[in-house]
C-alpha cells in the first residue's frame, strides 16, 4: 500500500487549506484513514481520523476548524483546514491502518504565517 499526500502550502492566519492523501495497492473495503502532524521540535501527534463508515474524530485544539471526510472509492482521505493558526504550522502525516497493519504517507508542509 502506498499513500500520497498533497495540498500542503504557506497560508496566512486565518486561511483555509484542503489536504488530500490517496491509497494505492491492495487496499482492503474496511480501514481507517487519518491525518498526524508534526511540528519542528515537537513529537508527531494525531490529529483525526475516520474508519470506512464511521464517524471522524478530532484532537481538541482542531475541533470546529478541520473537517476529515473521505471517497472510499477512490481510496482517498481529505482534511479540510479553515481558520487556521500559526500553530498549525507542521508537517502533516496521512496513515492507513488495515488488518492491523499501519502504512504512512510522505509528509506535507503547511506553514501558518501570523
Known amino acids: 500500500v502506498q499513500l500520497q499526500a498533497s495540498g500542503g502550502g504557506l497560508v496566512q492566519a486565518g486561511g483555509s487549506l484542503r489536504l488530500s492523501c490517496a491509497a494505492s495497492g491492495r487496499v482492503f473495503s474496511a480501514n481507517t484513514m487519518g491525518w498526524y502532524r508534526q511540528a519542528p521540535g515537537k513529537q508527531r501527534e494525531w490529529v483525526a481520523q475516520?474508519?470506512?463508515?464511521?464517524?471522524?474524530t478530532y484532537m481538541e485544539p482542531v475541533k470546529g476548524r478541520f473537517t476529515i471526510s473521505r471517497d472510499n472509492a477512490k481510496n482517498t482521505v481529505y482534511l479540510q483546514m479553515d481558520s487556521l493558526k500559526p500553530e498549525d504550522t507542521a508537517v502533516y502525516y496521512c496513515?492507513?491502518?488495515?488488518?492491523?497493519?499501519?502504512?504512512w504517507g510522505q509528509g506535507t508542509l503547511v506553514t501558518v504565517s501570523s
Open positions: 475516520k474508519s470506512t463508515y464511521g464517524i471522524a
Open positions: 496513515k492507513l491502518i488495515q488488518v492491523g497493519t499501519e502504512y
